[in-house]
């Protein structure tokens, strides 16, 4: 269990999220605009007159984002609301053009309902983090303070586009229930986990670096062993693994020692300072009453039909978890390199072309994604190099890596030539792993006897060095199997050489 030492003893963290994820589809959620949102495309050009609350405009919803949001609740295995309805929330702020945002509370049924998902807790077990609701609602503008000195302009082109916003549930009826998140670790691990889930079913890019993910954090803090539930805070639009773990430690600190010195902490927003780290209060935590919500009178209650849920379920794709299921208990992968080959649907499909339901080519392929085929993205396009996804590779195909690792298992060639092989194709060589083979002559020497010759010519030239090996400095077999490989080229199976320069050497 994850705990913080504090002054006058342990206390454990309860942190809840808040998960916002970009639906993506071609048009927003409630009007006909463009909803491919992009830094680049210029301000207030994919907006239209319902996005602006223009006189008399009404809001349409868009099915395919409902379709979408069934999708990831299916995906988050959660229940799906028969009967749903959108809300407004009542707020006024620059970037909001209507003064409410229509989203979907808990008191008008959300679309999804209950649900979880699996990550493995601190203690390296599975641990199950409960879902309370996922739900729809548009997204704001965006402000920009800084194109201009005296003046603050605002970017509409956002507004409007689908979110989906998932929530994580704290079960307060029953405090011993410890299925929630209690650790800035386990915190980052359930985010993947979103992301991977909201990629696998083509959600979501679910990419924080262009925002199109991001988290509000609620903290709160309480001694080991203590029932019940103390004051949280609420740390707003997060768009980083690492500042989001960094802003749970410094908050859970600052709340144990308001508590130690006898204050008590108060249900605050706050907002997190990148340069130090630390948190601040932006302005005091709303509650539910404070948005004076109601049913949006311009939109019809959501009926979701039991046909529509299944035909939605048939499309679903193998999950992350079960995929990364499916490598350890299949193929003997590592968890790590499992949530590695995992980490978007793109690589796990470029890793099970390349080992072809071949268990036995299966750890050798994992290991040359992760040390040497993830380490090269500029071979990726462009595209994929913007997204951090596998989806095709400029040079090195999966049939490529498969017949490479094939070729070391028979012992055509041997690790260092198939490095070599492996840059030369990063390179642009034409050809098949085998074809460059080859070309440049890396054939592997298994023959016993021209290895065996080439030992005892070593060994002949060498005596001052054998008879040191001879009378203690084991060591040097080293020296003797890096003249053999320079004598065959490099083409001599290591394994071969060491074994025969073992026995002759004595």
Known sequence: M???KGKTGEWELVIGLETHIEVLSKSKL??????DYNPTVAPNTQVSMVDVAMPGML????EYCV???IRMGLGLNAEISRHSRFARKQYFYPDLPQGYQISQPPEVAPIVGRGHVEIIGDDGNPKRILIERAHLEQDAGKLKHDVHPTKSFADYNRTGVALLEIVTWLDTKNPENNSYISSPDEAEKYLREIREIARALGVSRANMEEGSMRADVNVSVRRVGETGFRTRTETKNMVSFKFIKSAIEYEARRQIEIYESGGNVSQDTMRYNQGDGTTSVMRSKEDALDYRYFPDPDLLPLNISDDMIERIRATLPELPAATRVRYITEYGLAEYDAARLTETADISHWFDTAVGGDKKRAKAVANWMISELFAHPENWDVENKKSGTVNEMRIITPSDLAELVDMIAANDINGKQAKEIFIKMLDGEIGTPREIAKRYGMQQITDTSAIEA????????????VEQYRTGKVGLLGFFVGNVMKATHGQANPAVVNEMLKKKLG
Do not use: C, K, R
């Open 30 to 35: 409630f009007s006909g605009a463009s909803a």
């Open 454 to 465: 080439a030992v005892d010519a070593v060994i002949a030239a060498n005596a001052p060095q």
């Open 67 to 69: 379709e979408q949001a």
């Open 2 to 4: 994850f705990t913080i």
């Open 59 to 62: 809001p349409v919803l868009n």
